[in-house]
């Protein structure tokens, strides 16, 4: 079993839902990425999502598009990310996680390389915002013979079929995105969300993640009802743009450490 796996079924014999933070590697500095995420899995986080970042992400609102504008006038690259879950290793044998991002600069690289460097820092998945489960076959056989999970993202508008294959190819979780729109943008509408569990249900066994426009801890619990797991990422990216490089880290984790009490 996979980290992804083993802490899933943790939660699941505890009856609780996990709490999957993201921030952008690189953000606010190169040199408080990894004490983030160590600070994100003392205040209670499940799973990590790691942004890559990335010039154009098309996904992505003006929060999480400033935190990459940011990471990349430090030089942040796939490389330095890989480089940063290495180091956070050193200390974290068991905190699963995954990148997040888009498939050019792991084209640049090559999957092959990419997937193998990633199963030598302990990265255990890779959700490529614009890699479709059509396109994906090639690269994600790469990820597969490493044991990293490829994440897919799955929306409202996706359509049964859509769902099939997805459930087909998915290890891991499962993202469900939340409203149509990007990161950070509009209000969840939690009828909606609870009207597509069944059909998602149906055809998907891995756990489930609901994710984009979740930004307090009312709305976190509200939607832990839902579903497997918890994404939040523009407010904690808010939270560290909105911080000091002296108390970023003190304030992301009270955050963090509210949003997991709600859930």
């Known amino acids: 079993m996979s980290r992804i796996d083993i802490t899933f079924a943790?939660?699941?014999?505890?009856?609780?839902?996990?709490?999957?933070?993201?921030?952008?590697?690189?953000?606010?500095?190169?040199e408080q990425t990894v004490p983030l995420l160590h600070?994100?899995?003392?205040?209670?986080?499940?799973?990590?999502?790691?942004?890559?970042?990335?010039?154009?992400?098309?996904?992505?609102?003006p929060t999480i598009q400033r935190a990459s504008e940011r990471a990349l006038k430090k030089g942040v690259t796939l490389r330095s990310?890989?480089?940063?879950?290495?180091?956070?290793?050193?200390?974290?044998?068991?905190t699963p996680v995954v990148l997040m991002g888009y498939g050019n600069p792991?084209?640049?690289m090559g999957w092959d390389v990419f997937a193998q460097r990633c199963a030598d820092v302990g990265v255990d998945g890779v959700l490529t915002v614009d890699f479709p489960p059509e396109e994906s076959h090639d690269a994600?056989?790469?990820?597969?013979?490493?044991?990293?999970?490829?994440?897919?993202?799955?929306?409202?508008?996706?359509?049964e079929a859509r769902i099939q294959q997805v459930a087909k190819l998915a290890r891991?979780?499962?993202?469900y995105v939340s409203l149509k729109g990007v990161t950070g943008s509009g209000s969840i509408d939690l009828?909606?969300?609870?009207?597509?569990?069944?059909?998602?249900?149906?055809?998907?066994?891995?756990?489930?993640?609901?994710?984009?426009?979740?930004?307090?801890?009312?709305?976190?619990?509200?939607?832990?009802?839902?579903?497997?797991?918890?994404?939040?990422?523009?407010r904690i990216v808010q939270e560290i743009e909105d911080s000091t490089a002296q108390?970023?880290?003190?304030?992301?984790?009270?955050?963090?450490?509210?949003?997991?009490?709600?859930?």
Do not use: W
């Open 106 to 108: 792991i084209e640049a």
């Open 247 to 263: 108390n970023v880290v003190e304030n992301v984790g009270r955050l963090v450490k509210e949003l997991r009490q709600a859930i």
């Open 39 to 61: 600070a994100l899995v003392a205040a209670g986080a499940d799973v990590l999502e790691l942004g890559v970042p990335f010039s154009d992400p098309m996904a992505d609102g």
């Open 172 to 175: 891991g979780y499962v993202y």
């Open 140 to 159: 994600f056989e790469h990820l597969q013979r490493h044991n990293i999970a490829p994440i897919f993202l799955l929306a409202p508008t996706t359509n």
């Open 191 to 234: 009828s909606a969300i609870e009207e597509k569990m069944p059909q998602l249900r149906k055809h998907i066994k891995l756990p489930i993640g609901v994710g984009f426009g979740i930004r307090d801890a009312v709305t976190a619990k509200a939607v832990a009802k839902l579903c497997d797991g918890v994404v939040v990422g523009s």
């Open 81 to 94: 990310v890989l480089a940063l879950v290495a180091e956070f290793r050193k200390q974290d044998a068991n």
């Open 10 to 30: 943790k939660l699941k014999q505890h009856n609780r839902k996990a709490l999957i933070p993201f921030i952008t590697a690189g953000d606010p500095s190169p």
